[in-house]
């Protein structure tokens, strides 16, 4: 067997009456096979105002928040009561890192027939990527305070349309509802959930997500669902969204639950920096390493403005 710089192994074997024997080429393809891809929410449900503010791993950025003034009745001639300001700090610290390594051999280098470092790099910024979303969204479901009429993990949300079911659209409405009890903003929120969610929202009566509802816009990309809003959010699907263990819940569920998650694009500030991408030689055999590191930080500014939503579908 020869195998020839451009992609082609020809065995060469001898036939029972031919002297000279014959080959049958193998032709290998120049496509490579991309494997499947979960698409990334968490760039757009967070903000991203102290990205330029940070520089290495273990990086703190304290932001002040907005100090709380009182307003006191006035009666003329008496002394007004003043408020003390103070420099109450949240800490947003770049405290997540994650790295990628593999060689490259001379040889693959210089024969293959397709670009290995290429594609192995850009692999490796999915995976970094989709790590960096499971992560942010584990964070925002961990500091979401908004959970009255939410469900727990004893008594979640059944979802559904049978008798005794929550119909989605009124636990989404709910959302928004509380979301106003604390003056959120209206524009810029959001609503992530896994994709059976929005399965069974899909098979309201209404049609809601339906291409004649939305004018035939509805797109995946970035995993958003659809291009309008439903009461007040922005939809988007992913299956990175946290779960809870509900096999022993009532109603019961499964030991891999996921949560929906809701809220307000100012809740949760995201920081993030590739520090380092390099190729170095490797001293043991005849390869490149080609190696990285990737660092982020993430916080939950606004626990009143984030919500979850714990839910069974029987």
């Known amino acids: ?143 979401a305070a908004v959970t009255n009429g939410m469900g727990t993990t004893g008594t979640p949300i059944d979802i559904g349309f049978a008798s005794g079911e929550v119909d989605p659209l009124n636990q989404m409405a709910l959302a928004a509802l509380e979301l106003d009890k604390n003056s959120v903003a209206e524009e810029g929120r959001w609503f992530v959930a896994h994709p059976e969610w929005y399965n069974v929202l899909s098979n309201t009566a209404s049609k809601l997500l339906s291409v004649d509802f939305n004018a035939g816009q509805g797109s995946i990309r970035n995993g958003l669902v659809a291009s309008g809003q439903l009461r007040g959010f922005t939809m988007y699907k992913s299956t990175n969204v946290p779960t809870n263990d509900l096999s022993g819940a009532s109603p019961a569920g499964s030991a891999t639950a996921p949560v929906a998650l809701f809220g307000h694009i100012s809740a949760t500030s995201a920081a993030s920096a590739m520090n380092k991408v390099e190729t170095v030689r490797d001293t043991a055999t005849l390869s490149d390493i080609v190696r990285g590191l990737m660092v982020w930080g993430r916080k939950v500014l606004r626990t009143d403005s984030v919500g979850k939503i714990i839910y069974v579908i029987d």
């Open 1 to 143: 067997m020869a195998k020839f710089a451009g992609g082609s192994t020809y065995n060469f074997a001898l036939s029972g009456n031919q002297a000279n024997g014959f080959f049958i080429p193998e032709i290998y393809s120049k496509k490579v096979q991309i494997a499947l891809r979960k698409a990334a929410v968490a760039e757009a449900i967070c903000n991203t105002d102290y990205m330029g503010e940070i520089a290495n791993f273990g990086d703190t950025v304290n932001i002040i928040k907005e100090p709380q003034i009182t307003v006191n009745d006035y009666t003329r001639g008496l002394t007004v009561n003043s408020t003390n300001l103070t420099d109450e700090e949240l800490v947003l610290t770049i405290d997540q890192a994650k790295s990628f390594s593999f060689k490259l051999d001379d040889l693959e280098r210089r024969f293959s027939h397709v670009n290995f470092q290429a594609i192995a790099s850009d692999n490796a910024a999915y995976k970094l990527k989709d790590a960096m979303d499971a992560n942010i969204l584990a964070a925002i479901n961990a500091g």
